[in-house]
């Protein structure tokens, strides 16, 4: 139905029918956290999900990850795309899965399951929209368990590439596009309970989207998904009219995984008449070792920024994009060909791009926005087999320090921007893999000094107890320190360390891969977040705080 013969609806039915879709899609994060089989989707929620409408437009999400969020719409119009030049679509009682990080939009752990969703009218099936859930699976094959090598150079060495295949037929599952994944996993029974559990989250919304259709009718949902998405644009325009006439222009860094040289992300963002464009020129071209973002990460970094730094109450739906334009040069760092390698891409550079929008933002709007967080995801991958043969493999982000904000401290060892993921217990890891953890937290003083500090940092590190095991180290901010902002200090940098069972102590890269041996031990300490404004006004009690937490929780060499 065309927007002009949409019936005028009200308010407070849309109003309704916006919270319903919303609440969906937080219905079916839960139904896939309560269905999964591995610590990283059932602990630590390292998932997310969406409802699209027929034309792939976002109309709602969860409150998930928001460099899955920001890549499901680009990569669901990828998806169509390719289905199309295969002269396919999707029919009634499909279910498609991939993980082609330059269809997909993130990298190869992150495995999308689309669920068309069609309403019965009579002997006719009407295509209503898509359910879409992005999880991260631990292990998808390739050169290191966890699939994240720090030193891949090409995509292949990253594990299985799945191009969108159909995961159900006439409503059953397809056990021969099961079986492509499980053989191509260390830990198959894990990869094919995660997949039922994302098959159950997307069957989840489409019967919440049919109980609306049953409801209110298709036209009354119809009028509304469109008032619900001119709302957002309507919004969105408003505060970006704000900035008035603008351009600025900033610049970030990546460490490479060798050598000296830095790589650079630069960006011109301009404000105008209620619109923002983004102009990535002059960033570094693609590299063959696995920081490259493909372009679906690099517009979640975007998005992400312009939300939380203008009206973060505003409902993320296609309305928000529509006042947002993006130029991105093809065959640069934010925008690979490929095979490059991705891996890290949406875990270290998309936190680069969230630094890079901030700064733009920070000379925007300079009493607004905070200092720079930790930068980093500090992602561990651990795998390998038990003495008797069991394999296993285990993957966890770490937390670090939040920037300081305007008129607070950051907060200490948190997940910040593009991560949203929880701390993985360690009762689950103790249980599920053969390690101990020996150290769990704060590293003191490691926020920027200011007016108000930044929060600190963490110290995690484990222990192989059995067998034989391999260990991926993939972090930033170890070179360049989260920069403090107003004359706040920088935040301290990370750094890793291997502690062998012979008592040998050797400080490890950024990014690295590493073999274990019973008793060895990792040590992981992710950076601070830099201060806000010129500490030395500091509010004298903050400070008396500050000192006595210093005395109950000394510093320790990690």
Not at 84 to 109: C, F, I, K, Q
Not at 282 to 291: D, K
Not at 505 to 524: F, S
């Amino acid at each position: 139905m065309s927007k002009a013969r949409l019936p005028v609806i009200d308010p407070i039915t849309t109003e309704v029918i916006k919270s319903a879709l919303i609440y969906a899609s937080e219905e079916m994060g839960i139904a896939v956290r309560n269905a999964a089989y591995s610590p990283n989707i059932k602990e630590r929620l390292d998932h997310s999900c969406a409802i699209f409408d027929r034309g792939g437009r976002l109309i709602a999400q969860a409150e998930h990850i928001p460099v899955h969020l920001g890549s499901l719409p680009w990569g669901l119009r990828e998806t169509l795309k390719t289905l199309a030049a295969r002269g396919r679509a999707m029919a009634p009682g499909e279910m498609w899965v991939l993980n082609d990080p330059y269809v997909s939009g993130t990298h190869l752990n992150d495995v999308t399951v689309i669920r068309p969703i069609f309403v019965r009218d009579g002997a006719t099936a009407l295509h209503l929209g898509f359910a879409a859930s992005k999880a991260h699976h631990t292990d998808v094959g390739g050169s290191v368990p966890g699939s994240m090598s720090a030193t891949a150079s090409e995509l292949f060495a990253e594990g299985l590439i799945i191009a969108p295949i159909r995961l159900m037929i006439d409503d059953a599952v397809n056990e021969e596009a099961v079986a492509l994944i499980r053989g191509n996993s260390r830990t198959p029974e894990a990869r094919s309970g995660d997949l039922k559990a994302q098959i159950a989250g997307n069957v989840t919304g489409e019967r919440r989207v049919l109980e609306l259709v049953a409801r209110y009718g298709l036209e009354t949902l119809g009028a509304a998904i469109e008032r619900i998405l001119d709302e957002s644009e309507r919004r969105m325009r408003s505060v970006l009219r704000a900035f008035g006439d603008r351009e600025v222009s900033v610049e970030d860094v990546l460490e490479p995984p060798e050598g000296d040289d830095l790589l650079y992300l630069r960006a011109r963002v301009r404000t105008h008449d209620g619109t923002i464009d983004v102009d990535f020129k002059g960033t570094s071209a693609q590299v063959p070792f696995p920081v490259n973002a493909v372009l679906g990460v690099t517009l979640s970094g975007i998005h992400y920024v312009i939300r939380a730094a203008t009206d973060p109450t505003i409902p993320m739906n296609e309305g928000c994009f529509r006042p947002v334009t993006a130029s991105v040069p093809e065959g640069s760092l934010l925008n690979p060909r490929r095979p490059a390698p991705v891996g890290g891409g949406n875990v270290e550079t998309a936190q680069r791009i969230c630094d890079v929008m901030l700064r733009a933002f920070a000379l925007l709007a300079p009493q607004s926005i905070p200092a720079l967080s930790n930068g980093t995801m500090s992602n561990v991958m651990t795998g390998g087999e038990t003495s008797d043969g069991t394999p296993w493999a285990f993957y966890e982000t770490i937390g670090g320090g939040m920037g300081a904000r305007p008129n607070a401290d950051g907060i200490d060892g948190i997940h910040t921007h593009m991560t949203n993921t929880l701390n993985t217990p360690i009762e689950a890891m103790e249980r599920y893999f053969p390690i101990r953890m020996t150290r769990y937290e704060f590293v003191p003083d490691s926020g920027g000094d200011g007016a108000y500090r930044g929060g600190c940092g963490l110290v995690r590190a484990f222990v192989l107890l059995d067998g034989k095991a391999r260990a991926s180290l993939l972090a930033e901010r170890h070179r360049i320190a989260p920069s403090g902002a107003q004359g706040g200090c920088d935040g301290a940098v990370g750094r890793h360390l291997l502690r062998t069972n012979e008592g040998a102590r050797r400080v490890l890269p950024a990014k690295t891969t590493i073999d274990l041996r019973p008793g060895d031990e990792v040590v992981v300490q992710t950076p601070g977040g830099g201060g806000y404004g010129d500490p030395a006004r500091r509010d004298p009690a903050a400070r008396e705080r500050d000192r006595q937490n210093a005395l109950v929780s000394a510093p320790q060499e990690p």
